[in-house]
């Protein structure tokens, strides 16, 4: 069952990266959106991780407080920079004049998600 359930969350996050991937094609990039759905697609796949343990998922948006939880089993020192620069998306861009978006934050946001969910997916292949 924890494996089922951690292909599910790892599913859910492909979703938001696919959604955040159909947005770059709009005439005028909704940013905000996009890199919300990279933070998504990155903290679900996190969480997939807790599944496959049957861990008891955290309730949280913080990177910090989820890897703290995963740390004894998983190394995520070569993805801390990248979970650094996805954090500020989980709440303050779902709010107006919460946090300045310029051009191009959307494709790292895209690059770091997709990073992200292939270093969970990997783990999940090889359980």
Known sequence: MAKEDAVEWLR??????????????????????ICYHCQQCAEKSIKALFALHDLEIPRTHDFRALTAGLRSRYSFSEHDALLAALQPFAVAVRYPFEIDLIPGDEDGAIRAAELIL?????ILRDS
Request: hydrophobic share 45%; with cysteine.
């Open 12 to 33: 859910f996050a492909r979703d938001d990266l696919e959604s955040a991937v159909f947005l770059m094609g709009m005439q005028k990039r909704k940013l905000e959106i």
């Open 118 to 122: 292939g270093f969970c997916g990997e």
